[in-house]
Nanobody, 125 residues
Framework: QLYFVESGGGLVQPGGSLRLSCTAS????????IGWFRQAPGSEEREGVS?????????VDVDSVKGRFTITRDLARASVYLQMDNLKPEDTALYYC?????????????????WGQGTQVTVSG
């Protein structure tokens, strides 16, 4: 059973933008922090990118995306979004969303659960 469905990935040139969506199924976003993660080609680990708290009042972004990525949510649509601007080739990865009780410092993968299947982002050109 999928709890989250990610979408919005694609191929974009450096400097371009994409907006990823993470839609929850049978999952109340009021009770969970939602994080975005990415897994680069050839990597076995998922890197935390951004997180939004259960009440939407705070967000966490890792240094490599600060000023370029913005995480937001829409409770009416049961969705969390990742607006990605000024994309770089090193942003190329499979992007996932997952849930946790809070946005743990450093966004460790092991603290998050209910992973979706991911959406591919490729920055090239």
């Amino acid at each position: 059973q999928l709890y989250f469905v990610e979408s919005g990935g694609g191929l974009v040139q450096p400097g371009g933008s994409l907006r990823l969506s993470c839609t929850a199924s049978k999952f109340d976003l009021n009770y969970y922090a939602i994080g975005w993660f990415r897994q680069a080609p050839g990597s076995e680990e998922r890197e935390g990118v951004s997180c939004i708290s259960h009440d939407g009042g705070s967000t966490v972004d890792v240094d490599s995306v600060k000023g370029r990525f913005t995480i937001t949510r829409d409770l009416a649509r049961a969705s969390v979004y990742l607006q990605m601007d000024n994309l770089k080739p090193e942003d190329t990865a499979l992007y996932y969303c997952a849930a946790a009780g809070q946005c743990h410092a450093g966004l460790p993968e092991w603290r998050f659960s209910y992973w979706g299947q991911g959406t591919q982002v490729t920055v090239s050109g």
